[in-house]
């Protein structure tokens, strides 16, 4: 069967409700998605968000953190949340059958939680246990200076786990402070796909989400692209973890489609020219990728990859080159494999629930509607060859930004920011030679 478009209802709160038929399946599934993340929060909040998605599952007004998780389990249901930069989501998948229950169950969780100090001193442990393998994982730290190379101080540099200090200070009030500021109607979106009966799913919807106050978007400034180097040395580690990147348009901006075709014809794929130099014919790295990372405010071309110390300086250097040699020509074959990577990753999402719910509910967030796939699929299509290049020598004329972590020798960092953190193409052709 074709997967249906997602259809937008509205409650008289502000709260708007997304539904996907997939008429085929057997299961459904629920997300409760809420405008706050990260990037939501002052500095000395910084992390709160994910400290409230943990704490949401331990302990309503009638349930205890046994019981949320029994009453789920008991269903066959998977219940599970994650925090990112621009959301907070909460999920449940189980039998089509029982979606009533699982609105009743969600809308609990979301709307009830009490947030016990008991708890919370409890999950602080938890949540600092895995701030500690954060902290220590060379290749997380590396996206965190990255974030922080491109944004500085701006909220959407901050880390989603937030910093050690604040994780330790958080008290049961200023999370329910948090909650009851960012859990607004106007910032969530309930969100289904499945083969289920939508006007009964929106009438649960309303009984158990009506009450919530409309509130005021959570609205976020759009961040300014700084670039430059960030470097930190770790002990024990024996690779250099290098995160490279340049500024990307906003979702909200079709200037972003050349970039997405950029990425996926440079670094997609074990054909493509990032993997078939880097790792396949030099073997600088195992692991390498290329993507563009598009959200709402802004938006990455992230190039990634763990290399031995020895080999980093080299690994920079023919990142570069291939980055020149695509401004100066586009391979016709390369570019059509891109396209059709980009087409049939694009046409498996439309078979994922999850996937689908999470793109449908961003469109939602940034555009007020979900938009078609296929019409997306269409103006990508167009992207010219030319504007390919073009997005190429643009960021070759800009300011990276690049982070380094674990063993990074002095000459990769030295030759890395001769390279890309200066934004001068002449002087990245010159050390180029």
Not at 329 to 355: F, I
Not at 373 to 388: D, K, M, N, S, Y
């Amino acid at each position: 069967m074709t997967p249906t478009e997602p259809v937008v209802a509205f409650l008289p709160n502000g709260l708007r409700v997304v539904t996907i038929a997939m008429p085929w399946r057997q299961t459904v599934s629920l997300s409760v998605f809420i405008r706050t993340g990260s990037q939501h929060e002052p500095r000395r909040l910084n992390g709160i968000s994910h400290v409230v998605e943990h704490m949401a599952f331990k302990g309503t007004a009638t349930r205890d953190c046994q019981r949320i998780n029994l009453d789920a389990e008991r269903l066959g249901a998977e219940v599970n949340a994650h925090t990112d930069k621009d959301h907070t989501a909460f999920h449940i998948e189980g039998l089509a059958q029982d979606l009533g229950v699982f609105v009743e169950m969600l809308a609990d969780i979301v709307l009830n939680s009490t947030f016990p100090a008991d708890e919370l001193e409890r999950e602080r442990q938890v949540i600092l246990h895995e701030f500690t393998e954060f902290e220590e994982d060379p290749a997380g730290m590396a996206f965190q200076l990255f974030d922080r190379a491109c944004y500085g101080q701006h909220p959407a540099g901050q880390p989603v786990i937030g910093n050690r200090a604040n994780l330790k200070r958080f008290t049961r009030d200023d999370l329910l402070a948090y909650v009851a500021s960012q859990y607004t109607a106007g910032n969530v979106v309930v969100a289904a796909a499945g083969h289920f009966d939508v006007s009964q799913f929106l009438r649960a919807v309303e009984a158990h989400f009506g009450g919530m106050p409309r509130g005021s978007d959570n609205a976020v400034t759009a961040p300014t692209w700084l670039g430059g180097l960030k470097l930190r040395r770790m002990a024990g580690s024996s690779q250099c973890h290098a995160v490279l990147g340049f500024r990307t348009p906003a979702l909200d901006d079709d200037a972003h489609l050349p970039y997405v075709l950029a990425a996926a014809l440079f670094g997609e794929g074990m054909s493509s020219p990032l993997l078939d130099e880097i790792r396949e014919r030099r073997g600088l790295a195992y692991y390498t990728a290329c993507s563009a990372d598009v959200l709402p405010l802004t938006g990455q071309f992230v190039i990634e990859a763990a290399t031995a110390p020895e080999q980093a300086e080299e690994f920079f250097v023919e990142v570069a080159r291939l980055l020149r040699e695509h401004a100066d020509a586009t391979d016709a074959v390369g570019l059509e494999r891109a396209r059709k990577q980009l087409t049939v990753r694009a046409l498996r999402a439309l078979e994922q629930p999850s996937r689908r719910l999470e793109a449908a509910v961003q469109d939602v967030y940034t555009f007020g509607h979900p938009r078609d796939t296929h019409e997306g699929l269409a103006r990508l299509q167009a992207v010219t060859a030319a504007e390919v290049r073009g997005v190429f020598a643009t960021m070759l004329a800009s300011p990276a930004a690049v982070a380094l972590a674990g063993s990074v020798p002095a000459r990769a960092r030295s030759r890395a920011a001769a390279l890309f953190a200066t934004g001068e193409g002449d002087e990245a052709a010159a050390v180029l030679g």
